[in-house]
């Protein structure tokens, strides 16, 4: 690929912010401030995939100011939801709260003003610590503010055309009968229980019945009050067939990537903006879920969340940033036994960026030094870090539980993986040292093994198991190796790739003694 083929640095995230750039030309939009935004549920603890949807965001914003272009990232928490079922793990005290918007629940933990603000805030502080930069902006001050009468105004007037292209659009004719704008209630606080059934225009009133109603699969008592409610100056939300269409307008928004699981609403919404609300829809990317290694959705109800400040008891920054930016679509199973692997990934990546790893292909060599850049926001370092296998650290933290730091770094010093203590690599220890005691087993890596090797291996596997302690574990797997027609240094290879999975490490027989004759060929048995 030639200089003049590359779009900035080569990745998906430049590619898409030139395709924004290409569209809002075309549409002759003012270009002084492109704004990019994230949505943030409130309503459920926010997991690996919430942070996903504003940390690619913000890539398109860096993309756009690397373009030459100053761009900002809107971090938009609908922290007026309405609390539809209790997260796993949270009191069941807050089932009298089902149904009322989440900035109205108290905080059941006593650490946030609210319940919305406490999930917020969870979201929030995995976002500062890998580093993401972003204008917070709360649906409760935003409707409170007024930010969204005018737009609340005009879908109102429209409701009835509304409701017809959404029922044409996705076949729901809940919208035909009730307007798409759910007050809270001013009997009981509750949200989605307040129906509006007309809009008194110049009033700028909806008339609303509080009753029974299904949220989720739950069906949800209302109190049965008959009120009216004021949009400019009483509580109440847009329904999000209609709310994403009166933010992208209200504050001018450029770009927002959405989930697979809300396409319906983003169909919906992009027809209201264009249509109803005169608003050219922002420029979409669609991205799949993240699945669980059993292929189910991450997600709390379910209890297999996975939450950024759970990783980064783990991996580094890097190593979540890595995975966001690697690519957007595609459904992909994940797991903390994925943190070795992005770890080692990373590393990868700035060998490549810093000429240590040599590529021919000038495009993956673009792409690939594009991608460290994205990890590092655009702020890349300008030498090399040191490097140290994580699995390394992850097997010698097993063996060593008292002094951890300390008797690893001694290790790494013994083993010639480094010439001296360096403070960066205790941080490493540290992480490789709560894996090891968090996960027992490391994944399983597929290796492709001939007939020789395989034997030689299940040689090798008995040498270490018998009780007699072989003399010089390094000589004998090299005469194991040699007398099984397998090249030694491939055969070391292969044990680097079972034991770290890695190609190379230190020198391997002192590595299988420290770590424990039994266990290397408990382990090795397995791939025979």
Known sequence: MSEAETIGKGTWIDKLAFELLEREKSIG??????????????????????????????????????????SELIAYSDDLDGLRKIPEGFPESLQEHIAKPVSLIPDPFGCHESYGMHMSSILLDGLDKVGIKYEFRRAIDTYKQGLLKDQIHTILQNSSKIGDKISELVGQDKFQKYLPYFPVCANCSKLYTAESTEYLS?????????????????????????GEANISKDLGKLAWKVEFAARWAAFDIRFE???????????????????????????????????DKGGKKISKSLGNVITAQKWLEFGDPKS??????????????????????????????????????????????????????????LNPPKESSIHVNYRLLIELSKIFKEDRTQRVMKKLLDYGVLKNPQPEIEKMIELAGNYADEFDQQEKIEIGLDDSAKKALGLLSTALDAQEEPEDIQNTIYQIAKSNDVQPREFFKILYQIILGTTRGPKIGPFITDIGRKKVAKTISEYI
């Open 320 to 377: 979540i940033l890595l995975l966001l930016y690697k690519r957007i679509t595609g459904a992909r199973e994940l797991g903390f036994e994925d943190i070795p692997s992005l770890m080692a990934e990373y590393n990868e990546l700035e060998d490549i960026y810093f000429g240590k790893i040599k590529v021919d292909n000038q495009a993956k060599l673009t792409k690939s030094k594009g991608l460290y850049e994205y990890v590092n926001l």
């Open 257 to 291: 990537a959405y989930g697979k699981d809300i396409m319906d609403s983003v169909k919906v919404n992009d027809w209201v903006a264009d249509e109803i609300l005169n608003y050219p829809h922002p420029h979409h990317v669609k991205y799949e879920m993240f699945l």
């Open 29 to 70: 939009r003012n270009l002084e401030l492109i704004r990019v935004e994230s949505g943030l549920g409130a309503s459920g603890v926010p997991h690996i995939g919430s942070l996903g949807d504003a940390v690619r965001a913000y890539g398109v914003k860096l993309a756009l100011e690397n373009f030459g272009y100053k």
């Open 202 to 226: 110049d009033e700028k009133k909806v008339i609303y019945n509080c009753h029974d109603a299904e949220i989720g699969s739950n069906m949800v008592k209302g109190c049965g009050h008959h």
